[in-house]
């Protein structure tokens, strides 16, 4: 807690006790055991009593309740709070009795009376005492629960992140590679054009950034698998976005894109082995639909690590405003993708 904040609690709580004495002993007509308000003998005995209110209501904040209650020794804390309470009952009472004699009010059983009557208002605040400082004890918990959430999801994402960028440099590689030999041209434009791409994924990336500026790094990756595959593929993509403001977090589109180029059928007639990619951001809602046709023999095949590392980062980054639709039957398999950013 730095310095302001708790000038400002103490003040506040200096301000509660003052008013709450000036309003019992010089504001309000009182009788309690015979002593008097306002300017009577109810001013001296609210302030030793106010006194010991407060006494056992800071004991509460300061000792039983973050020392015993909330350390699990629940026995000992309501044996200890319940002993103060009578004794400092007791105390009061007497001082009760020695006031009682000093302004000559007499009566009947008076200890006894007074004695119940302090347990009774000693009691509620100690009850107020551990009230308040429990809340406040909840709230820091909380508070540091919800760090070492955020510690953990930081921790994961870059873990994640890690496991994605040598994923993604062996499927870019495997591009390359099918086009030496065929066109040696392309595949060096195509290995520069890639360099490009893991440029921004190593440097560019660590941070939301501008959604166009992660939708271009998508674009260029199409752009190279269809320079790739040829009239292997019938591809159709449409990539479009209204506001040019929103950001994104990175590489989160991408896996869903490479799975579908890496997995996409490869039947003799061409024709059939399609792809599907849009990509709308409309009203601040991102959606993202891709379609590719697949074999079946290819349907155990090996890979997936880039959409399960992308499905954790979703849960992750928008726990609550994203919809992640996958399904596959026995010639597409698709992806649906809404992000609210």
């Known amino acids: 807690m730095n310095r302001p904040n708790t000038v400002l609690i103490v003040a506040r709580h200096l301000l509660f006790w003052l008013f709450n004495y000036a309003l019992i002993a010089f504001g309000m007509e009182l009788d309690w055991?015979?002593?008097?308000?306002?300017?009577?003998?109810?001013?001296?005995?609210?302030?030793?009593?106010?006194?010991?209110?407060?006494?056992?209501?800071?004991?509460?904040?300061?000792?039983?309740?973050?020392?015993?209650?909330?350390?699990?020794?629940?026995?000992?804390?309501?044996?200890?709070?319940?002993?103060?309470?009578?004794?400092?009952?007791?105390?009061?009472?007497?001082?009760?009795?020695?006031?009682?004699?000093?302004?000559?009010?007499?009566?009947?059983d008076a200890f006894v009376g007074s004695l119940i009557g302090n347990t009774a208002i000693n009691l509620l605040y100690s009850i107020v005492g551990f009230y308040y400082i429990f809340k406040l004890e909840h709230k820091k918990s909380e508070k540091a629960k919800q760090k070492l959430l955020?510690?953990?999801?930081?921790?994961?994402?870059?873990?994640?992140?890690?496991?994605?960028?040598?994923?993604?440099?062996?499927?870019?590689?495997?591009?390359?590679?099918?086009?030496?030999?065929?066109?040696?041209?392309?595949?060096?434009?195509?290995?520069?054009?890639?360099?490009?791409?893991?440029?921004?994924?190593?440097?560019?990336?660590?941070?939301?950034?501008?959604?166009?500026?992660?939708?271009?790094?998508?674009?260029?990756?199409?752009?190279?698998?269809?320079?790739?595959?040829?009239?292997?593929?019938?591809?159709?993509?449409?990539?479009?976005?209204?506001d040019s403001t929103l950001k994104i977090a990175p590489l989160l589109l991408i896996p869903f894109i490479e799975n579908a180029f890496k997995h996409c059928s490869n039947h003799i007639d061409n024709t059939t082995n399609t792809i599907k990619i849009?990509?709308?951001?409309?009203?601040?809602?991102?959606?993202?639909?891709?379609?590719?046709s697949h074999d079946q023999i290819n349907k155990n095949s090996a890979g997936g690590i880039g959409l399960v590392n992308v499905q954790k980062r979703l849960s992750l980054l928008y726990p609550n405003t994203h919809q992640l639709k996958i399904n596959k039957d026995n010639t597409n398999h698709s992806v649906e993708l809404s992000i609210n950013l």
Do not use: C
């Open 33 to 108: 055991n015979g002593f008097i308000s306002p300017f009577g003998s109810l001013a001296y005995a609210y302030a030793y009593g106010l006194f010991f209110n407060a006494v056992l209501f800071y004991t509460q904040v300061f000792w039983l309740v973050p020392k015993l209650y909330i350390q699990n020794k629940k026995l000992k804390f309501y044996v200890i709070s319940f002993t103060i309470i009578i004794v400092i009952s007791v105390i009061e009472a007497h001082f009760d009795s020695i006031l009682q004699g000093i302004y000559k009010i007499y009566i009947e």
């Open 278 to 292: 849009k990509i709308e951001e409309k009203g601040g809602e991102l959606n993202l639909n891709v379609i590719n």
């Open 150 to 242: 955020e510690e953990t999801y930081k921790t994961e994402l870059k873990y994640l992140k890690a496991q994605l960028n040598p994923h993604f440099l062996f499927n870019g590689i495997n591009s390359v590679y099918h086009l030496i030999g065929k066109n040696d041209d392309l595949a060096k434009q195509t290995l520069l054009q890639f360099s490009g791409l893991l440029r921004y994924q190593l440097y560019e990336s660590n941070a939301h950034i501008l959604l166009e500026k992660e939708l271009d790094y998508v674009l260029k990756y199409i752009k190279i698998e269809e320079t790739r595959k040829g009239s292997d593929l019938q591809l159709n993509y449409d990539i479009k976005s209204e």
